[in-house]
């Protein structure tokens, strides 16, 4: 299963090569805050952050610089969810019971029925729960956005318009991603190429080629022409396991070096890849490295989760998402990143305390490399996205999500105890 940004349209130049970390940023005086009393990852002694037009600095703050006396709260850097359908969420709506359902059909079609019972504005929910994970300390994400006949490109244009309103705070991409099938529903191959011939999208997206489309080649055709011809990128759903989910990725493999779009490929959940043998997994981990494939997972299990520290070994980017928030495939979710980096925790066994980092590593770092933007180390050059919460260390974070009690993007204040601020 389950960007109007500037950054997520092109990264732009890195906020190492020099100031540029402030979007709002014309011309003028710096703009210049000065972060007093903060603990870096937790560290003993507190130190003062200096930010000049969003960027860390570690030049000497000038008289008159606006001062947040951060009173020993722990920074760490903000996160970003790899994997997100926020036109499909019903959070902060009335309570949803949901019907059962069992294969994709199904649940498409307990999607469908959501979609017309909810009565507020596709826009309005998209934003409320976009806002929510940038009040918990995410600072971009990739919105997966239902495109069928069923919906027309009115996901595409709700979750636009909310990734608008919050271009000061948040950094989205778009993926145009048929969820009922290109093949088995018709008028879908023609809404993707509505999406990224018009610019609305970043990326088109696929989804289990031969186990619910029953059309590997035909699906990957359609969806990598159109990737082609527009110069948006893929992002495929692939929940097939053991050999069928191989066959498919593969193909995608195949597909990605033959069209060049080293870089521009993504393939979510990947299923097939956990519980490979060791020498397998390495000569799949390689392929994938040399073609330029990323990977996202959601660790929704033990069981499904990627083995994140060898493919990053082989050089595989892998990101972490969220997946579907309250929605008609289930009344789970939260749109948290910290807290889902604590369930990659959780279903990796993570017990020492590097194992706990690794597990936010993959939340702050992984997704950032994904979409292409600075990571931030929280030191001079470093983008000033962080987040402030009370605590002893990283690890003990992790474990406790502690509340959030400050968001910081580009220097500026975003968020204050849950809520937004400074739109």
């Not at 850097?77 to 059962?100: C, N, Q």
């Not at 990323?294 to 520290?309: N, R």
């Not at 980092?357 to 994904?370: M, P, Q, W």
Request: hydrophobic share 40%; with cysteine; aromatic share 4%.
């Amino acid at each position: 299963m389950h960007a109007d940004s500037p950054a997520s349209r092109s990264p732009g130049p890195s906020p190492r090569s020099g100031p540029t970390g402030d979007p709002d940023r014309t011309d003028g005086p710096a703009r210049v805050t000065v972060f007093t009393n903060v603990r870096p990852y937790g560290a003993e002694r507190p130190v003062d952050l200096t930010v000049v037009d969003g960027v860390i600095t570690a030049d000497p703050a000038p008289h008159g610089a606006q001062v947040v006396d951060c009173e020993g709260r722990i920074a760490l850097p903000t996160l970003v969810d790899a994997h997100i359908h926020p036109d499909k969420t019903a959070w902060g709506e009335p309570w949803v019971s949901r019907d059962p359902a069992s294969t994709i059909a199904e649940y498409t079609a307990e999607d469908v029925k959501l979609h017309h019972a909810l009565r507020t504005p596709l826009k309005e929910r998209a934003e409320r729960l976009m806002g929510h994970a940038v009040a918990r300390g995410t600072r971009a994400m990739r919105a997966h956005v239902d495109v069928a006949p069923a919906y027309g490109l009115a996901g595409v244009e709700g979750v636009g318009s909310a990734r608008g309103s919050l271009r000061h705070a948040l950094d989205v991409e778009i993926v145009a991603f048929p969820q009922h099938g290109v093949i088995r529903t018709p008028g879908t191959e023609e809404l993707l190429e509505e999406a990224a011939r018009t610019g609305a999208v970043d990326r088109v997206g696929g989804i289990d080629p031969i186990g619910f489309d029953g059309a590997l080649d035909e699906q990957l055709d359609i969806v990598f022409g159109i990737a082609d011809r527009h110069g948006v990128g893929v992002d495929i759903h692939l929940h097939e396991r053991a050999a069928t989910g191989l066959e498919s990725l593969r193909a995608i493999i195949d597909r990605t070096r033959a069209l060049s779009l080293r870089g521009k490929v993504t393939v979510s959940h990947v299923f097939c890849v956990p519980g490979l043998p060791e020498r397998e997994l390495d000569r799949l981990a390689a392929d994938l490295a040399d073609a330029g494939i990323s990977l996202t997972t959601v660790a929704p299990s033990s069981d499904l989760v990627l083995p994140i520290g060898r493919l990053r070994e082989h050089g595989v980017t892998v990101g972490l998402g969220s997946d579907g928030v309250r929605d008609s495939w289930s009344p789970f979710g939260n749109a948290d990143m910290l807290h889902r980096s604590h369930l990659l925790a959780r279903v990796q066994d993570a017990r020492l305390d590097e194992e706990l980092e690794a597990a936010f590593r993959s939340g702050a770092d992984g997704g950032a490399r994904l979409l292409g933007l600075p990571e931030v180390d929280l030191g001079p050059g470093s983008p000033a996205d962080f987040l402030l919460v009370r605590g002893e260390c990283l690890p003990q974070v992790v474990v406790d999500l502690p509340h959030r009690e400050m968001v910081v993007r580009g220097g500026r204040i975003v968020a204050r105890d849950g809520e937004l601020v400074g739109r």
